[in-house]
Structures are given as structure tokens and as C-alpha cells.
């Protein structure tokens, strides 16, 4: 979970500068293979001493729980007892290899080879099988699970700084990210777009359906920065231009007439007219159009592509119900951090978050100082899972170091 991730051959650099708790342990184990008794040192690391408090918490409500019949506190104990039991369980294996480890430690110098040989090899393979429990089965066991992972996604993009250039780039993104879920297994279409004649797009909204696809692809939320010679630029001099990405949780469809627990129908204004741009002869003749604004907080929702007023209302309500869940996660996240911002889950949209530069092929993510040195391969899609890993990554590690700062 927390391993260093792979770079798909290509070469990449990360310079991250946050705190790692949780491989503390895994480098006092290391230096600790030569050094007879030191791992103990290994116990002070931060995750351990906080499953140790909780398998402690575990075992005092257990010492309180009555010997007649249950009582209202005593069921919600019982719920807590088997809450913690897999982290009991694995708190048990931890110190079934900590105490492996020390009478094995004794063996590192004796003086037959074959001896210490077999002592070294047990000594490796405990000590991977603590690393393991520190790096993978603890955190598992202590980060709460994400409430978002059946969520599919939902992805605007619109032109920013840089005009038609901007409008490329927008044409390149809805690519890059249409390989990136096409590569993932999920279901991707282009929902809604608005296509120059000058060539590029103005804004786009796509859809990616598929499990686990709103917890990939929400780290893409913010300013995407690009370096290039624009193919009109006669004198080869570098343009920069931005486009402004948001990605929004796709929910299970609901009827477009009734309440649910994101709004009320009386809360949304809802207005036709007739379509306008390319789409034919329905085009100014029919109010198919439909644009939604939601009173409370002012959201707007316009859909024009689809051919009947039907299907548009359906998408209008679709997205304006995305944007609702958006904004119902971020103030649930601002709620849980006490209003502490945190650099990937709330980074503000305004935010340049990702560079690509065209002349030193090279693709970086300001958020967490990762660079890759092979653009094409991110814009073909197949790199740009390096990133999500990597945001995901940190996520989970910002999340871990939430959980280890509980009193």
C-alpha cells in the first residue's frame, strides 16, 4: 500500500516533503538485523505505540463488561470489542515475530556459519513479516474505509488562459483521461461538449462509470497547466495555457421529479428554450434545452447536446446532483479536519495543481513534487496512473497521520 510506486519504465522523480511515520519502524528493523537487541527501539514508532493503546482500550472494555445481563453500555462495548478484534489479532502476530526476532537476534554471531546463516535468513523473513504488518496490515486496519469507493465520476473541463490554444488542450485532456479510464476498465463518454470551428474545445463534461472511479480520478480537480509551441506560433516561442478541471461523484440516477436527500424539488428552478449551435434541423425549433439553477446555493446547470428535452432534463438533474454530493464531501472533509486544509483532498480548484511541459517533455504535479519524463505516455493515459497512484498514496498517508494524532 505504501510502497514506493513502479514508473512504468520511465524515468520519474519524487521530492516529498511530509512525514512518513509509518516507515520508522520498517528502518530501525533494517538497522536493527546486525544489532542483537535493538529492535526493541522498534516499539517507539508511532503506529505501533497507537495499536498498542488501542488493543489496551480493547481489553479494558472487556475487564468491564458486567457479568449479568448486558446493559445498554454494555452492547455498545461489545460493538467496540469486535470492532478491534482484527487489530487484536494482528497485534498478536506483531508481537509473536518481535519475540521470534530477539531469540533469533542471539544467533547473529554464533560461531558456526551454518548457524548463523539459518539465523540471518529467519531474521530476514521475521523482519519482513513485521514490516509488513507496520506497512500494510496496520494502516489497512486503522484507515477508515472510503465512503466514496462505488462512486462513479463525472469530470468538467473548460478552457481557461490562453485562448484557442487553451481550447486545444482541453481537446488533448478529454483524451488523455478517456485512455486513462478506458485502461482502468470503466465506461467513458463525452456527455456534453462545446466545439469550436477554429478548431479545439470550449468545455466539456464527460462520464466515467465504473467502481472506484470518483476515488481515482478526484485528485485531477484544479488548474492543469500547459508549455508548448503552439502550432500557429511562426517564431517557436513557448505559449502557457491553462484549463480548469472538476471532478464530481456520479451518484445512482434518480427521477428527475422527485426529492432526495441532496434537494428538494421545490428548490430548483427549472427553465426550456430552444437549443442553439450545430445539432440540426431541431435546432431553434424545439425547446429541448434545459438549464437548472438550484436557489439554496446558486448552482446553474445548462444541457443542450441531447436531441430531446427529456434526456437533457435527465443530464441537468444528473450533474446538478453531482455537484451537490461535491460540495456535501468537501464541507463534510473541511467538518472532519477542523477546518484544516490539506494539499490533495482539498486543494482549491483555483490552483495550478499540474504542469506539462512540451519542451522538456515533462509532466510534474505540484501537489506532491512528482515529475515524469515522458509526457507522451501521460497524455496516451497509460502514465497518468502513475499520478493517481501517487495522490492516492498520499492520501491514504495524510489519513494514517489523522488516525496517529488522536489523543
Known sequence: MFRSISRLGFHAT??????????????????????AGSTSKALDAPIVQYVKRKVEERQKLQSELSDEALSDEDIQRVRKIRELEPLQDAWTEWNRAKESLEETSALLNDPDPTMRSMAEEEYAALTENMN?????????????????????AIIELRAGVGGS???????????????????????????????????????????????????ALRWESGVHRVQRVPATEASGRVHTSTVGVMVLPLTEEAESSADDDLFKMSDVKLEVMRARGAGGQHVNKTESAVRLTHIPTGITVSMQDERSQHQNRRRAFQILRARLMDRKLSQEV???????????????????????NYAQDRVTDHRIGLSVKNLNMVMDGDGLQDFMRALQERHQEEMLEEVLSEQ
Open 334 to 356: 473541511l467538518e472532519r479536519r477542523d477546518m484544516r486544509r490539506s494539499l490533495v483532498r482539498s486543494a482549491d480548484r483555483s490552483e495550478k495543481i499540474r504542469t506539462y
Open 165 to 215: 490554444e487553451s481550447a486545444l488542450f482541453v481537446g488533448d485532456l478529454v483524451r488523455m483521461y478517456t485512455r486513462a479510464a478506458q485502461s482502468m476498465g470503466w465506461d467513458v463518454s463525452v456527455i456534453s461538449s462545446n466545439v469550436l470551428e477554429s478548431g479545439g474545445i470550449k468545455d466539456a463534461i464527460m462520464e466515467v462509470k465504473g467502481k472506484g472511479a470518483y476515488d
Open 132 to 152: 509488513q504488518l507496520v506497512e500494510n496490515t496496520f494502516p489497512s486496519l486503522l484507515i477508515p474505509p472510503s465512503q466514496t469507493a462505488h462512486l462513479s
Open 14 to 35: 519524487r521530492q516529498i516533503n511530509f512525514s512518513r511515520q509509518l516507515h520508522i519502524a520498517r528502518v530501525l528493523l533494517a538497522q536493527a538485523q546486525r544489532q
